[in-house]
């Protein structure tokens, strides 16, 4: 401990614990699952006022043709991040001819993210990622990064407030040698969801990116998701 933690704030250069409670406190939490062909990420939408347009309120962002980018935490950082995402993302396919891993993109943004921790003039991000993608040698793929550029393989993960009751959960779903298709894994996700919230939600509650089929990645039409959440019901 600091000397000066006693007097309410901390003296050390390399604080990010913070960026982990920023993240947290926008209070969304989020799911992410990988399947046999498919990998998807679900998190809650939420607007924060009546008058703002529900269209201009996203979470689930795409950097390439084939990957997807889940943010949770500061909207500001998290535009800061997707556009560090992009960059690279363009510089890779100009440079080599072919599009970026999602392992090595979240690599790159796990180095910058370290980076940030060491220098008493830089602010680590408040934002944790989450990088789903099909790789072509390597098939779906699913990778998370924090504000302390950490950064691991999943193959399922949760992020959030309800964090920990998410992967309780999906630790006892997921078995090693189950083959999901693009649909289950899809509505896996949505049930952890609901389950760990404790509440039935609706198409508009949500966000859903799903990477599938030939490495292409899109966010799923509420009538998308509105298919989903029956097909569970007519289960239960």
């Known amino acids: 401990m600091s000397r000066g933690s006693g007097a ?8 990010f614990k913070y960026a982990f409670k920023a993240a947290k406190s926008v209070n969304l939490t989020s799911i992410s699952v990988r399947g046999a062909d498919s990998v998807v990420v679900v998190t809650q939408k939420k607007v924060p006022d009546k008058l703002i347009d529900p269209a201009s309120v996203t979470n689930v962002h795409k950097v390439t043709r084939g990957i997807g980018l889940l943010t949770t935490g500061i909207l500001g950082d998290a535009r800061s991040l997707l556009q560090k995402a992009r960059s690279e ?3 890779f396919r100009f440079k080599y001819g072919y599009e970026i891993p999602v392992e090595f993109l979240a690599r790159i943004l796990a180095d910058q993210a370290q980076v940030y921790t060491q220098h008493a003039y830089m602010r680590p991000l408040g934002v944790i990622s989450t990088l789903i993608g099909i790789d072509e ?4 793929q699913l990778f998370k990064v924090d504000p302390a550029g950490y950064f691991v393989g999943y193959k399922a993960t949760a992020t959030g407030p309800k964090e920990q009751e998410a992967i309780n959960f999906l630790e006892k779903k997921v078995k090693p040698d189950a083959a ?15 389950n760990v919230l404790a ?4 198409a508009s509650d949500m966000e859903i990116g799903l990477a599938e089929g030939e490495g292409v990645f899109r966010v799923l039409s509420d009538e998308e998701v509105d298919t989903h959440i029956v097909a569970i019901s007519e289960q239960d």
């Open 89 to 91: 993302a363009a510089e």
């Open 8 to 15: 309410g704030f901390d003296r050390h250069i390399t604080i």
């Open 199 to 202: 509440e039935d939600l609706k």
């Open 137 to 140: 040698e390597r098939g779906p």
């Open 180 to 194: 999901l298709t693009s649909d289950q894994t899809v509505q896996l996700a949505i049930t952890a969801l609901q």
